[in-house]
C-alpha cells in the first residue's frame, strides 16, 4: 500500500511540472489513459488531464476533453493520477526550535532553523507531498513557530512560502504538546497534566496582560508576548 500511495503521489508531481523546469510548463501537457482521482467528485478512468501553465486547465473523460492541438502527449495507461498530499505535522529540513532551557518557548521561530536544502525536502517531495506545516520537535509544552511551506522549486523560505496574503515570518502557527508529552521529573518542564495547563494559561495571562499594556503605550513590546498574542488573535 505504501509502495502503492508513493508511486501514485510521484506521477502527481510530475505529471504537474514541479520536478521539472518551470519554463516546462508553458507549453501545453496532456495526460491519458490514467485513473484520475478529482477528489471532489468520482474516478474518471480512463480519464485526460490537460495542464498548462503550472496549472490544470481540464480534466475529463476520454473525448470529452478539448486538447489544444500543440499539447505534448503523456500516456499514463495503467499509472493513477491524485492530488498532491498536505502534511500538517512535518519536521523536514533539519527544522529545531526550543531548547531544555524552559518548557514554554513561545518567541522560537522554525524559519530560522529549516535548511530549504536538505535532502528531507526532496524526500518529502518524492512522496507526493505538496505543502507542509513545519514543526519544531516535541516534548516541550511550547516549542515555538511554525511554518507553512509549498514544495515548490526553490532555495529559500520565501520561495517556498504558503502564504500569498502575508509574510513568511507570519505564515504559520504555534506548536504544543499537551499531555504527558512535556513531563519531567525535574527542571523547567511540568511534573503532572495539571501543572502543563497552569503554565500554559499563565502565559496565556501574561499575554493578554501586555497586549492591553501594548494598546496603551506601544513602545513597550517584547518578541516573546507579542508571539503569543499574534497566535491567540489569528
Known amino acids: 500500500m505504501r509502495l502503492s500511495l508513493v508511486r501514485t503521489a510521484v506521477l502527481v508531481l510530475a505529471c504537474l511540472g514541479l520536478m521539472a523546469p518551470v519554463h516546462a510548463q508553458d507549453s501545453p501537457h496532456v495526460f491519458r489513459n490514467a485513473t484520475l482521482y478529482p477528489i471532489s467528485a468520482d474516478s474518471i478512468d480512463p480519464g485526460v488531464m490537460v495542464v498548462q501553465n503550472g496549472t490544470i486547465q481540464a480534466v475529463g473523460e476520454a473525448g470529452t476533453v478539448d486538447v489544444p492541438a500543440s499539447a505534448e502527449e503523456h500516456d499514463l495507461a495503467g499509472k493513477t493520477v491524485m492530488p498532491g498530499l498536505v502534511d500538517t505535522h512535518s519536521h523536514i529540513g533539519q527544522v529545531s526550535g526550543g531548547d531544555g532551557s524552559a518548557a514554554l518557548h513561545p518567541d522560537a521561530r522554525t524559519i530560522d532553523a529549516i535548511n530549504v536544502r536538505h535532502p528531507s525536502m526532496n524526500r518529502a517531495r518524492a512522496g507526493g507531498i505538496t505543502t507542509v506545516q513545519v514543526l519544531s520537535g516535541s516534548g516541550h509544552l511550547l516549542s515555538g513557530q511554525t511554518t507553512y511551506l509549498k514544495l515548490r522549486e526553490g532555495g529559500t523560505i520565501d520561495e517556498l512560502s504558503a502564504c500569498d496574503d502575508r509574510g513568511v515570518k507570519d505564515c504559520g502557527g504555534m506548536k504544543m504538546a499537551n499531555g504527558t508529552n512535556p513531563q519531567r521529573e525535574d527542571g523547567p518542564f511540568p511534573g503532572t497534566r ?19 499594556t501594548k494598546e496603551k503605550t506601544p513602545s513597550q513590546r517584547t518578541r516573546r508576548r507579542t508571539a503569543i498574542c499574534a497566535w491567540r488573535a489569528s
Open 194 to 212: 495539571a501543572r502543563a495547563a497552569a503554565m500554559a494559561r499563565s502565559l496565556f495571562v501574561q499575554a493578554q496582560e501586555y497586549r492591553r
